[in-house]
């Protein structure tokens, strides 16, 4: 089985973004995309520098990103997640298994998985039975190499926070798993 330094599951704007910078890093990085991903409904113009796109283009062109920057992206739905040892399993719909370090969670507003495998909930707010991921300003949860983003951990699900938010997970991340402050310039001309 091969083994990945990260899977993404999500390939939204939280997990596509986080993919460009991990796949920039040079980082082994899987994305499963389940294809359910709301921006795709979306009409975007309050994104900075860009004056209007379909969130269906916002979508495709994040993935495209993503890959040239090094991700591998599968059209499969992530079923389970289990912890191992060193590492972390992901079957999928289609009866593959794939294994990775570190596991990012970008899954919109589905919990199911992180449930599964045991991460920390907490209220949305005070007043509300919503839950969502308890992660840290960094995007780490409870469970040792899971990682989380966008609007499955409260974040707006504006176009524009939920891909910062996923740079950002990517950015602590991959600091952690470097021993030092990542930073990913895009070179002045």
């Not at 699900?157 to 939920?162: G, L, P």
Request: with cysteine; proline share 1%.
């Amino acid at each position: 089985m091969l083994l990945y330094d990260i899977i993404i599951i999500g390939a939204g704007p939280a997990g596509a973004s986080a993919g460009i910078f991990a796949g920039r890093a040079k980082k082994k990085v899987l994305i499963l995309d389940n294809d359910k991903s709301g921006t795709k409904k979306a009409w975007v113009e309050n994104h900075y520098a860009v004056m209007g796109i379909t969130g269906y283009d916002v979508f495709e062109t994040g993935k495209k990103q993503a890959e040239k920057a090094g991700a591998e992206i599968k059209l499969t739905e992530a079923t389970q997640i289990t912890k191992n040892e060193t590492s972390f399993s992901v079957e999928t719909n289609d009866g593959a298994t794939y294994e990775a370090n570190y596991i990012i969670l970008a899954t919109g507003a589905s919990k199911k998985l992180a449930n599964q495998l045991g991460v920390n909930m907490k209220p949305i707010s005070d007043e509300s039975k919503v839950t969502i991921i308890d992660a840290d300003q960094d995007g780490k949860t409870n469970i040792e190499g899971v990682w989380a983003a966008g609007i499955v951990t409260g974040k707006s699900m504006h176009v524009a926070v939920t891909a910062g938010d996923g740079a950002k997970v990517a950015i602590h991340l991959l600091t952690e798993v470097n021993g030092k402050e990542y930073v990913d310039q895009d070179m002045m001309c």
